[in-house]
C-alpha cells in the first residue's frame, strides 16, 4: 500500500527546516568602538618619541593671569537647555591614553583651562567658554569687546564672569575681528541694539564685514554645514575614544548665532581708532584666515591681537568644511609685515583662539616661526608642483621641517601639511591633475562596482583588507573597503570594517578635525546618518543680514526646470518693508530673479514683507497660510503653484561616507 504523498511532504519539510536551523550563522558585526589596536599604539609610541620637549611654557602662558571661571561649569540657553559645558575636557590629565595621538592630548591639555584671566594692564581674556576667546579692554567710561564669541548664551556668560570679577561696567563698543561667525554671534548676548542705534554703543569691522559673512554660507550652506559636522565632530561626546576639541579650542557652542551691523568700518592697515580713551592700530589681513579680517595693536599696554592669523596650530588654508581657497603666500606675508609693524613693538601676542605668548621675544618669534611655516609650506608645493608632482604625490612627500616641528605652535592640531599642500595646489591649478584618466572617470558608485568585480568580488576585497588591516596598513584598508560600501551599502560587513579603519585613523591623528572626522564616518557607518537636531535652522540676524540679490541667486540654485509645468512664467515680487522689487523670470533652463529690475506684463504680483517672501520660497509654505500672514497676490496664482513646485527643499543634510 502505497505511503500517502503528504508524508513525504511533511518529512521533507521538516528535514529542510533542521537544515536551516542547524546551519552556522555568521555573527553579526561588532558595531561597539575598539581599543587601540597594536599598530595604533606603536604608532603613538613613535610619535611621542618624536615631539620636541615640553619646557612648561605653553602650560605657563595658558595659566598665567588666571583670576576666576564660573561655578556652574553649565551655560544655559533661555529654556533651561545646556548649550557649553565648560568641565567637557576635564578629563585630559596624565599620560595620553593609546585612543588619543600624544600631541594631540597635549594640546588639548593646555586648551582645556577655561575663565577669565589677565592679560596686561587693562587688557583680559575670557578662554575656554566657547572655541574662541573674548578679549576685554578697559576703556575709560566701559568695556571694549573683542569678537563675543559665537553665541549670545556663552557671550553673556563671559560678560557676566567679568563684570562679576572685575565690577560692571556697560559695553561701550564692540569690534569683529574677522567674518566668521565664532567671532561675532554672540553679540546680543553683551549689547542691545538699541544702544547702538542711539550711538552709545560702537561696532567696529574690517572692510566688506557684512557682505563676506553672509555670502560664504549662503550659495553652499547646506553643503558647508553637513561637512562642517564632521570638522568638528557634531554629535560626539567628548571622551578618549571621542571628540578632543577642534585643535585651536575646545568644540562649538550650540546657542543662538546672533549679528548686529557695524557702525564703523577699517580698511587699510595702520588706521587708527581712539575708542573710549584707548588709541588702537589695525592691520588688514583679509584674504588669509578669513575674506574680511583685521588684527589690533592695542597701544598703551604693548598687546598685540593677532586674531586668527596666527594661533597655537598650524591653520587651514583650505578648511574641510569647504570654503574658497585661502593665499598662503598672502598669509606669510601679512605675518612678515605683522612682525615688522609690531613685533618690536609689542610684549605680549593674543589671538582669538588658544592662549597667550608674554615677552616680546617671544611675539618676534612665533610670528617669524609661523610665517616661516605657511611660507615654507607653499615654496615647497609650488616647487614640486612646477617639477611635475600631483597633490597627492605633494601631500604624501612634503615634511615639515625640524626647524619649524621644534615649536609647538606649527604642529597641524587643525591644518595638516598633507591637506594645506592640496590646497595650495588648487588655488594655482584647480582639481585636475592634468592626466587625462582623470578627466572622465566613473564617479564613485559605478567606479566601485567595476573595482569589486575586478578584483574578483566583495569577499575577496574584505579579505585584502582585513590582511591590511592586521598589518597595521589602515588607509589601504579603508581604500578597499570603501568601494564595497559603495558598490553595496547593505554590506553590513564592509560598514564594521571600514568603521573599524576610520577609527584607528581618528585614533592616531594629531589634528583634532581629522580625528572628528574618521570619528564621524566611522559612528555614521554604525548607525547610519542621522539629522542633528537644530540643523536646518538659520540665524535670524544672518538672514536679515544678506543682500535680498544673493537669497534669490540662491533660489536660481534650487531650481529643477524639469519640474516646471508652465513653459515659461513672469513674476513680480515687492518687499514692502524694503522697498525693494524683484522680477523673476523661470523657463526650461533657468531662473533669472534680478532685485530692481521688475519684468514687463507678469503673470502675478505678489506683495508683502521679506520674510513672507521667503517662507514662499524658501520654506515653501502653501500661499493660503502666508496670505492668511499678510501676503498680498494680484493675478495668476497658477504660476506661484508651478515655480513652487520646480523649487528643490532647503537640503538638510545628506550622506557622506555611503552613497
Known amino acids: 500500500m502505497p505511503r500517502p504523498a503528504y508524508r513525504h511532504s511533511a518529512i521533507a519539510a521538516l528535514l529542510l527546516s533542521t537544515a536551516l536551523i542547524a546551519k552556522p550563522q555568521a555573527p553579526s558585526p561588532d558595531l561597539n568602538p575598539k581599543p587601540a589596536s597594536a599598530a595604533t599604539t606603536a604608532v603613538q609610541a613613535a610619535t611621542k618619541a618624536g615631539l620636541p620637549t615640553d619646557d612648561g611654557r605653553d602650560e605657563d602662558f595658558a595659566t598665567r593671569g588666571f583670576i576666576a571661571t564660573r561655578t556652574d561649569p ?4 533661555a529654556k533651561g537647555r545646556p548649550v557649553w559645558n ?3 575636557y576635564k ?9 588619543v595621538n600624544p600631541s594631540l592630548w597635549r594640546e588639548m591639555g593646555v586648551l582645556r583651562h577655561h575663565g577669565l584671566f589677565k592679560v596686561a594692564e587693562g587688557v583680559w581674556q575670557v578662554r575656554g567658554f566657547d572655541v574662541s576667546n573674548m578679549t576685554v579692554l578697559a576703556g575709560k567710561t566701559g568695556w571694549i569687546v573683542i569678537d563675543p564669541l559665537t553665541n549670545r548664551e556663552t557671550a553673556a556668560a563671559a560678560l557676566e564672569l567679568v563684570n562679576a570679577q572685575l565690577g560692571k561696567r556697560p559695553v561701550v563698543a564692540v569690534i569683529y575681528s574677522h567674518s566668521h561667525a565664532d567671532h561675532f554671534g554672540g553679540v546680543r548676548g553683551i549689547v542691545d541694539e538699541a544702544d547702538v542705534k542711539a550711538g552709545k554703543v560702537a ?8 557682505e563676506e559673512t553672509s555670502s560664504e554660507n549662503i550659495m553652499a550652506g547646506p553643503a558647508m554645514s553637513r561637512r562642517a559636522n564632521y570638522q568638528f565632530g557634531v554629535g560626539l561626546l567628548p571622551g578618549a575614544t571621542g571628540q578632543m576639541g577642534s585643535g585651536i579650542g575646545m568644540g562649538v557652542a550650540g546657542g543662538e548665532i546672533t549679528l548686529i551691523a557695524p557702525t564703523d568700518t577699517i580698511s587699510r592697515t595702520g588706521e587708527t581708532r581712539n575708542v573710549d580713551g584707548i588709541p588702537l592700530e589695525f592691520q588688514i589681513v583679509s584674504g588669509s584666515e578669513a575674506p574680511s579680517e583685521l588684527n589690533v595693536y592695542i597701544a598703551p599696554p604693548k598687546v598685540f591681537l593677532s586674531a586668527e592669523m596666527s594661533t597655537c596650530s598650524l591653520h587651514n588654508i583650505l578648511t574641510p568644511r569647504g570654503a574658497k581657497v585661502r593665499d598662503a603666500h598672502a598669509w606669510a606675508g601679512f605675518l612678515d609685515e605683522a612682525l615688522r609693524l609690531y613685533g618690536p613693538r609689542s610684549d605680549t601676542v593674543i589671538s582669538s583662539h588658544c592662549w597667550p605668548r608674554f615677552g616680546q621675544g617671544e611675539v618676534t618669534g612665533m610670528l617669524a616661526s609661523q610665517r616661516d611655516n605657511y611660507a615654507f609650506l607653499h615654496d615647497q608645493t609650488v616647487r ?4 611635475g608632482q600631483t597633490a597627492p604625490e605633494i601631500a604624501e612627500g612634503l615634511v615639515q621641517p625640524p626647524e619649524l616641528a621644534g615649536q609647538w605652535f606649527n604642529h597641524g592640531y587643525y591644518g595638516t601639511y598633507s591637506h594645506n599642500s592640496k590646497a595650495v595646489y588648487q588655488f594655482y591649478l584647480g582639481w585636475y591633475d592634468g592626466n587625462p584618466v582623470n578627466l572622465n572617470p566613473w564617479p564613485p558608485q559605478d567606479r566601485a562596482r567595476r573595482y569589486i568585480a575586478a578584483m574578483g568580488g566583495a569577499k575577496k576585497v574584505i579579505a585584502l583588507a582585513r590582511k591590511a588591516m592586521a598589518e597595521g596598513d589602515y588607509r589601504w584598508a579603508s581604500e578597499l573597503l570603501n568601494h564595497v560600501v559603495f558598490a553595496d551599502p547593505a554590506n553590513s560587513e564592509a560598514r564594521a570594517l571600514l568603521a573599524d579603519s576610520y577609527e584607528q585613523q581618528g585614533y592616531q591623528a594629531e589634528s583634532g578635525i581629522w580625528r572628528n572626522q574618521f570619528l564621524s564616518a566611522a559612528r555614521d557607518l554604525r548607525q547610519g546618518y542621522k539629522v542633528p537636531a ?6 535670524q540676524d544672518l538672514i536679515a543680514a544678506v543682500p535680498t540679490q544673493l537669497l534669490m541667486d540662491s533660489v536660481s540654485t534650487r531650481y529643477d526646470p524639469a519640474r516646471m509645468a508652465l513653459p515659461r512664467i513672469a513674476i513680480n515680487i515687492e518687499l514692502t518693508d524694503r522697498g525693494e522689487t524683484i522680477g523673476i523670470e523661470a523657463g526650461k533652463t533657468v531662473l533669472l530673479a534680478r532685485v530692481g529690475q521688475p519684468v514687463a506684463n507678469p503673470a502675478v504680483v505678489i506683495k508683502g514683507p521679506r520674510r513672507l517672501i521667503l517662507g514662499l520660497l524658501f520654506l515653501k509654505l502653501p500661499l493660503a497660510q502666508l496670505e492668511a500672514a499678510g501676503l498680498k497676490v494680484e493675478g495668476d496664482r497658477d504660476a506661484i503653484a508651478a515655480l513652487q513646485a520646480a523649487l528643490d527643499p532647503v537640503p538638510n543634510g545628506f550622506t557622506i561616507v555611503e552613497p
Do not use: E, K, W, Y
Open 91 to 99: 578629563f585630559v590629565t596624565g599620560p595620553a591614553p593609546s585612543t
Open 86 to 88: 565648560l568641565d567637557a
Open 384 to 387: 614640486r608642483m612646477n617639477q
Open 74 to 77: 553649565l551655560i544655559r540657553d
Open 534 to 539: 537644530g540643523s536646518g535652522s538659520q540665524s
Open 203 to 210: 561696532i567696529i569691522a574690517p572692510a566688506h564685514f557684512i
